[in-house]
């Protein structure tokens, strides 16, 4: 497996395992597909403001996952505050990809001031609650009812780490 950069080749890839994880499931609460437009601005507003947007790939250059941060939330008294984003094709997990992603932006965020990187999780997604709790995030707290989606109210379990 090798993490780099994005490129824009990878976009497409990307779409393909995210779209469906935001169609199918409270994982996102989002009800919104992503589109290549719209997921190159994210990209390019994440690299202009000195933040990591970085891919897994197989050995055959196959894209198996992403890791992404920004800012935890606007203004400046949270420069050092970061939250982020992985997601992983159904055929990557389980095989130490979301680790090394992980890993990746932590560190890329430590050596730009972060202090603190925040996991915003689905409370129905006990998987990604202990992948960040192996990864030595803690429960920071509960926001129940925060997001709406199937027709159904979802709790957001708030997760951080010390960077």
Known sequence: MTIRPVR????GA????W????RETTITFSSEEKTL????????????AG??????????GRVLGFAS???FRAGNGYVHAMEHTVILAPEAHG???????MTAIEEHARMRGGHSMVAGVSGENAAGIAFHRALGYAHVGLLPQSGRKFGRWLD????QKML
Do not use: E, T
């Open 8 to 11: 824009d080749a990878d976009l």
């Open 14 to 17: 990307i779409l393909g395992f």
């Open 19 to 22: 779209n469906p994880l935001i």
């Open 37 to 48: 437009s719209g997921l190159s601005a994210m990209i390019a507003a994440r690299h202009a």
């Open 51 to 60: 933040r990591a947007f970085l891919i897994g790939a197989a050995d055959d």
């Open 69 to 71: 941060y920004d800012q």
């Open 95 to 101: 095989r130490g990809l979301g680790r090394a992603l």
């Open 156 to 159: 957001l379990v708030l997760m």
